[in-house]
Each structure stands twice: as structure tokens, then as C-alpha cells.
């Protein structure tokens, strides 16, 4: 079976400061990553995604992420944080043996602070 | 461009109401979902359909109803029999894969709040 460990409920920066936000999966095998962000009371939008071609990923708004096997971890970094960046972070994996789900992270609040 | 429309908005439900939350896509996937949202506890799956006219229980569909007669649409029943419904749904859709490496795309929610 699979799941995501998200590390840290809350993660406060100051503006121009590195993000880096904590995503670990349990898997036998390599799965499929993504990160999503959600902005109050909207959806969530896809920020990247990792599908076994390079292991560092970029997406949008300056995110990257980066396929740690070794590590079991695919953590969400972005080098200056901008205020525009306050919002809740979920990462989620799927996979050949995941039946029907995804599995989401309980998620990751992101404050910026000025 | 294609998408996904959720309506309401904003909804509310009087005690011993059933209401129904609207989710429709243009983007010619095959499989949808529906998900609730508490704070502090993600995302939490209640039912998901891979193909019109069939869809499955996911982990907490006790007091919800859905039906999949069209491919594009897939309407959320909150019945009066869900003891704490106020919560924010999201509905969701993607590509037919059983791997899922394809993602998901998300609609804009409906926040249900019970008065």
C-alpha cells in the first residue's frame, strides 16, 4: 500500500527566504509524485509532477522538487518566498498498486511573513 | 478552455435537508471524484466513479449519494442522514489510468455549511 507523510503542519518563512517543504512516501515501488497548492477556499492546482523521468522537477510560480529514491522523499523547494506564496501545500502519490486512489498528505500551511 | 465548474459556491442546509452539489467537466474524462475537506485533515475521499452509470464508495460515504448518468457530470447528494456536514467539497476528474500518473484536476469547491 501507499502513503505520504507530510513533515510539519505549518511552515512559516520570511519573504526571500528558501521554502522547503517535507514530503515522504512509503512505496516498494517507485510511484508517482505530485504536489498541489491550494489557495483559500479555491481548489487545488497542480504545482508538479514526478512520473520516473528526471528526478528534479520543475513547475510553476519558481517550484522545484526533487525524486530522492534513496530517501523515500520528495520534498518542494523554492529558492525566495513571496508573499503571494501564503497557501496550503498537499503532496500525493499513486502508483501501479494503489488500486483506484490517490493518496493525499495531510497537508502543509505555508505562511510567509513580511 | 476546459475545466471544471462546481455550483454552488457557497451552500447552505437547513437540519433534515438533503442537498445536492453540482459538478460538471469539460475536459472528456472518464473517471470523477468527490472529496471532503476539514481543516487540519486533507483530503478525505467519498465516492469516485471510472466510468458513466458506475461509481464506488470511497472512505466515508455513509450519508452521501451520487449518481454518473453523463460523462461530463457527477452531482454530490448530501442526505440528512450525514450527522456533521459542513465542510469544504471538491470534485475532481482525471484520465482513465490505474496508476493515476496523469493526475487529478480539481474544481473550485463548495463550502456547506449547515444553519
Known amino acids: 500500500a501507499q502513503s505520504v507523510t507530510q513533515l510539519g503542519s505549518h511552515v512559516s518563512v520570511s519573504e526571500g527566504a528558501l521554502v522547503l517543504l517535507r514530503c515522504n512516501y512509503s512505496s516498494s515501488v517507485p510511484p508517482y509524485l505530485f504536489w498541489y497548492v491550494q489557495y483559500p477556499n479555491q481548489g487545488l492546482q497542480l504545482l508538479l509532477k514526478y512520473t520516473s523521468a528526471a528526478t528534479l522537477v520543475k513547475g510553476i510560480n519558481g517550484f522545484e522538487a526533487e525524486f530522492k529514491k534513496s530517501e523515500t522523499s520528495f520534498h518542494l523547494t523554492k529558492p525566495s518566498a513571496h508573499m503571494s506564496d501564503a497557501a496550503e501545500y498537499f503532496c500525493?502519490?499513486?502508483?501501479?498498486?494503489?488500486?483506484?486512489?490517490?493518496?493525499f498528505g495531510t497537508g502543509t500551511s505555508l505562511t510567509v511573513i513580511p | 478552455d476546459g475545466g471544471i465548474t462546481q455550483s454552488p459556491k457557497y451552500l447552505f442546509r437547513k437540519e433534515g435537508q438533503n442537498v445536492t452539489l453540482s459538478c460538471e467537466q469539460n475536459?472528456?474524462?472518464?473517471?470523477m471524484y468527490w472529496y471532503r475537506q476539514d481543516p487540519g485533515q486533507g483530503l478525505r475521499l467519498i465516492y469516485y466513479s471510472q466510468i458513466v452509470n458506475d461509481f464506488q464508495k470511497g472512505d466515508i460515504a455513509e450519508g452521501y449519494s451520487v449518481s454518473r448518468e453523463k460523462k461530463e457530470s457527477f452531482p454530490l447528494t448530501v442526505t440528512s442522514a450525514q450527522k456533521n456536514p459542513t465542510a469544504f467539497y471538491l470534485c475532481?476528474?482525471?484520465?482513465?489510468?490505474?496508476?493515476?500518473?496523469?493526475?487529478?484536476?480539481f474544481g473550485s469547491g463548495t463550502r456547506l455549511t449547515v444553519v
Open positions: 475532481a476528474s482525471s484520465i482513465r489510468d490505474y496508476s493515476h500518473r496523469y493526475g487529478y484536476t
Open positions: 475536459l472528456n474524462h472518464d473517471a
Open positions: 500525493a502519490v499513486s502508483g501501479t498498486n494503489t488500486g483506484n486512489q490517490f493518496y
